[in-house]
């Protein structure tokens, strides 16, 4: 058995921006489930919810703040969380890296190097927690100066960094790394030291003892100067301490035999149930009911990585074909107000929903055909693999963990049933309008469709497998 700590800036269903609260809320899960001692640490933000019982664990002076821990478990699970209490950072209206307002913290580095401090406090048994884990498994930028402090330390457990998205860097002046009060030997090129700038991503990649991604196609790309943004030197360096892992999925929460947020549970046996699906999704969108007609999604951040401008280039000519269109996310007010455009003009054919709704992104999951997910970049994705798992066939971009999790659906993986989905290579409008016109083929092939469907219900994206792995890399460690 592994005695495991997980820092992190966010799990679900504490509080979540986004896929790390995913991978930080299962992950953990499935490892106790092998049978591992793992500590969830994260800081105590006002925003985060709380379900079950929470107790005061110590107090640590650090820095001239002093710090409580206090102790909760993971909602639905045994595994134990540590709080990080420091109300002049943490109580505060918003979420980790945002105010109220949607304004970055402006005292994000000294949030997150407090954080990262009392992670090496508890690492190292210092904590007045009486445990201490052989390895410290630390989660993008917000997690990136621990493995760096650690270094410092003697009989110091094995660190893991994971990379979940290289695009956040957490750079800062080089002026705060001196109010930060950190050792000055990590200020160097080779260190933490960024042209001239700190980051807390390059500390947690020179510094851990293995680095790992959220996908085998990520941990390629990313030593490469398309994905790398800027550290690909760096990380083809450390290539040989480097893999990726692919993000499992909540299999109990994501269950179109059990949903209880959808009107009709089906599975790969029972297909046709899941048209009940979108004749309720077409009511509660207002959208005309018709069995026949194609459905496609989009359940994404409305920014340019996702591809959401490839999207709106393409409305027009989509419009001009018997489909319909249902969008649910939020991001830059220009993307949002041109689709609600298109919207307006066309309401028997798009829905536009802004913002973001759990309930409803299963009933989309649950009640359309096809899923459009044309991302620029995409570490791992989650909503390709939920898709397959309620036969909603994802079109996707080749890249990241979408193409490590979806089989184009050509001739021969049509013929050895390999086949979930349709896959595209550039990220161009021309080549998403091909792939959705690819798709309406096949979708016109009811006995097609459906085997397609079956196919991609029977994928295994479980935690356990990705934990399993996990555990492997912390055995060689």
Known sequence: MKKILFVTSEAHPLIKTGGLADVSGSLPKALAELGQDIRLILPNYQAIKRSENVHYKSTLRVNNYDVNILETRLPGTDVLVWLIDCPEFFDHPGNPYHDEHGHAWANSAERFTLFCRIAVEVAMDRAYLNWKPDIVHCNDWQSGLTPALLTLEYHRPATVFTIHNMAYQGVFPSSTYQSLNLPGQLWNPNGVEYYGNLSFLKSGL?????????????????????????????????????????????????????????????????????????????????????????????????????????????????????????????????????????????????????????????????GADIFLMPSRFEPCGLNQMYSQRYGTLPIVRKTGGLADTVVDAVPQTLADNRASGFVFNEATPGTVMEAIKRALILYSQPKTWKNLQANAMKKDYSWHKSALQYLKLYHRL
Not at 211 to 230: D, L, M, N
Not at 237 to 265: A, H, V, Y
Not at 286 to 295: G, K, Q, R, S, Y
């Open 206 to 366: 020179v510094y851990s003892d293995r680095i790992t991604t959220v996908s085998p196609t990520y941990a390629k790309e990313i030593q490469t100067a398309e994905f790398g943004c800027g550290l690909e030197g760096l990380l083809s360096f450390r290539k040989d301490f480097l893999c990726g892992i692919l993000n499992g999925i909540d299999m109990e929460q994501w269950n179109p035999e059990t949903d209880t947020f959808i009107s009709q549970i089906f599975n790969d046996k029972t297909l046709s149930q899941k048209q009940l699906n979108k004749t309720d999704l077409q009511n509660q969108l207002a959208l005309p009911v018709d069995p026949t007609i194609p459905m496609i999604a989009l359940i994404s951040r409305l920014v340019e990585q996702k591809g959401i401008d490839l999207v709106l280039e393409c409305l027009p000519e989509m419009l001009d074909m018997p489909i319909q269109f249902v969008l649910l996310g939020s991001g830059h007010k220009n993307f949002e107000q041109r689709l609600y455009n298109f919207a307006e003009s066309h309401p028997d054919k798009i829905s536009v929903n802004i913002g973001y709704d759990e309930v409803l992104s299963h009933k989309i999951e649950a």
